[in-house]
Every structure is written in structure tokens, then in C-alpha cells.
């Protein structure tokens, strides 16, 4: 964002955090240290300028996150007006898992994996059963009754050789997510935003390990913070949070009925 946004408002609560940070007897690049957060968000939240945010969700997160270091009880300031929560970055759908080679990637690692477990398993049981139709015919001698029990004997084990291919595939978990479920999954810190029917309807900051899931139906629009950083599927499918981010590494994606 490149114009100001700034009010007496934030520049008066901006104020408060300043002065609740010099009684604590700390700088702004200590405070950055201790509480990780980027030293210019301190400035920008410290000075009620909020420019430096690339959304409101992005400010009220960390607005949240140094009044919680502070021990402070302030409000956000009213400062966003709806057509300051449009960001710069080029929207994008979901993208469809034809259209993707992580599915394909996929695909192929299972394949191969039920494939070799086949091998090995028919190997298995090919030499097990020659190895028992061996010591069968190291038999010289029988009687009518042997014979018809010795035949009885490989026809059980002709039968062994013929293993039924469900009995080689390994169990696979299905996925039994809700209907219209949003799953999120975070390696490092990452800010999120949900909009529903352009309404911002949920806002949150999560750090590395944590998870999230909410049930909307579409429409609705994401707006997610150091992509690289999340992992997440709608409705079983995979979402793909890199493409299209811009440098600052912030995504914006649009599901819809498409």
C-alpha cells in the first residue's frame, strides 16, 4: 500500500504502545527480537500508520500479537474503510488438479509402490509354494488314499499361487473431510483472511504446527501471507498457495462453483 492509513484514532493508541513500551524499558528492535515480529510493523503500529500492512487482516493480526506482548487492552482502530481492503495482488482460482503435476507426481508414486508390493508379494508366495510341492514329491511310495490327498494338497496350493489383486493393495485411509470444509495446515507464520460474499469473516495469525478448519460454502475468497508456508485442501481437493503469490509472498484465491 502506498498511501497513508491513518487517523487521530491509531495515531493516538499508537501512542499508548509506544509509551507502554518505554516503560518496559525496551527499544523497538528488542521488542522485535522478543516477540519476533518485523521491526517495521512495530513502527507502523507505534505510529498509527498502517500502510505498511498489506491488508487489514495482516495489521489486526499483529495489532493483536504486540498488544498481547504488551499486556494492553486497546481496540483496533477504525481506520479501514471497504475499498482499503483491496490488496494489488492478481487473483486466481483454485487450481484444478488436471492442471497441476503435484496429482500426476502423485499418481505415479502409488502406482509404482502397488506394483513393486505385487512383485514382492507373488514372490513370496511362488517360492513358498514350490518350496511345499518340493517336499511332496519326495514321496515314493502311497497308497490310493495318499495319492487323493496329495492331489487335494496342490490344487490348495494352485489356489495359494492365485492371489486376488485386492488382498495386495495396501489399505488406504480416505480422506472423510466434512462437505465444504476449509483444512489448513502451517509449517511457519502465516496470516490468514476469509471473506464471504466480500465480508471479512475471519482473520487469524498462526505460527509453525498449527491447524485450522472452517466450513463455508462457496463463493468465498482467501487471502494467506508467506505462502510457502501453508499447506491446506477445500472439499478434498489440494490448493495451490505458490502460484501467482507476489515477491511479499501474499496470495489471494478465489473459490467459486467453476
Known amino acids: 500500500m502506498s498511501e497513508d492509513i491513518k487517523s487521530a484514532s491509531s495515531a493516538k493508541i499508537g501512542k499508548i504502545f509506544s509509551d507502554s513500551r518505554s516503560e518496559l ?55 479501514y ?32 509402490s502397488l506394483l513393486i508390493l505385487i512383485i514382492i508379494f507373488n514372490k513370496f508366495y511362488y517360492y513358498s ?5 518340493d517336499t511332496l514329491k519326495v514321496i515314493d511310495s502311497f497308497s490310493l488314499d495318499d495319492a487323493s490327498a496329495i492331489e487335494a494338497s496342490i490344487l490348495n496350493l494352485k489356489k495359494e499361487l492365485i492371489i486376488p489383486l485386492e488382498k495386495l493393495e495396501p489399505e488406504i485411509e480416505i480422506n472423510s473431510k466434512k462437505e465444504n470444509e476449509l483444512s489448513l495446515f502451517f509449517s511457519d507464520e502465516c496470516w490468514v483472511e476469509v471473506y464471504s460474499n ?3 469473516i475471519e482473520y487469524q495469525l498462526f505460527q509453525a504446527g498449527d491447524t485450522f ?11 494467506i501471507g508467506n505462502a510457502e508456508s501453508i499447506t491446506g485442501s477445500y472439499n478434498g481437493n489440494f490448493i495451490d498457495f505458490i502460484t ?15
Open 213 to 223: 478448519s472452517l466450513l463455508v460454502e462457496v463463493p468465498f475468497r482467501l487471502v
Open 129 to 133: 509354494a514350490v518350496d511345499r510341492l
Open 244 to 258: 501467482n503469490a507476489n515477491r511479499l509472498r501474499v496470495n489471494t484465491i478465489i473459490f467459486n462453483d467453476e
Open 25 to 79: 524499558g525496551l527499544t523497538s528492535q528488542q521488542v522485535a527480537e522478543k516477540a519476533v515480529m518485523n521491526i517495521k510493523y512495530i513502527e507502523g503500529i507505534e505510529s498509527g500508520d498502517y500502510s505498511i500492512f498489506p491488508s487489514e487482516g495482516f495489521a489486526r493480526a499483529y495489532f493483536i500479537k504486540y498488544q498481547k506482548f504488551l499486556s494492553l487492552d486497546c481496540s483496533f482502530p477504525p481506520i
Open 81 to 112: 474503510e471497504p475499498e482499503n481492503r483491496q490488496t494489488e495482488i492478481v487473483e486466481k482460482s483454485i487450481a484444478q488438479l488436471n492442471k497441476s503435476l503435484l496429482p500426476l507426481i502423485t499418481g505415479i508414486v502409488i502406482i509404482t
Open 198 to 200: 466480500n465480508e471479512l
